[in-house]
């Protein structure tokens, strides 16, 4: 399971460094994809096979189940880790993500995830504020 959220930076040739716990479970190639809320979602080969194959499933003939899937789907690259641990950042997910300098690199269960430092932290305290409210309605929905 990835866990954990970490601080690094993105070098001058678009590269930035996977935590070694991150590198050991995802192993030395990557598909990295536009996420949600303005993130990157990095996962492993066999993962990004189980997670397109949900947005396959997911009503082609709705158009938001068509949209969703070519949102995510068409930018994304596979790329290698390299010895460093680092990955390489395409121009269109970079500004999608709109990853600067600092990059907030943290593990969500079966994915990685990759925000600029300004938008996580925006984020996350919007989520924080609100975080009793969220658990109370998942609560009601039967989740937690």
């Known amino acids: 399971m990835l866990i954990g959220e970490y601080r690094h930076t993105l ?3 678009k590269r ?3 935590p070694s716990k991150f590198r050991k479970e995802l192993g030395k190639k990557v598909v990295i994809s536009k996420g949600l809320d303005n993130c990157l979602f990095v996962l492993d080969p066999k993962r990004w096979e189980a997670f397109v194959s949900k947005l396959a499933n997911a009503h082609f003939g ?3 189940g068509r949209d969703l899937s070519r949102f995510i789907i068409a930018g994304a690259v596979e790329t290698d880790v390299d010895a ?3 990955i390489l950042i395409p121009d269109n997910l970079k500004d999608h993500a709109r990853l600067k300098e600092q990059v907030v690199v943290m593990g969500v269960h079966s994915r990685v995830e990759l925000w600029s430092e ?3 932290n925006t984020y996350s ?3 924080a504020q609100q975080a009793d409210a969220i658990a109370e309605r998942l609560g009601e ?4």
């Open 16 to 18: 930035v460094s996977l």
């Open 125 to 127: 305290a919007g989520v």
């Open 84 to 86: 460093a641990g680092r």
């Open 118 to 120: 300004e938008s996580w």
């Open 62 to 64: 709705q158009r938001d």
């Open 11 to 13: 070098d001058s040739k």
């Open 141 to 144: 929905m039967g989740m937690i």
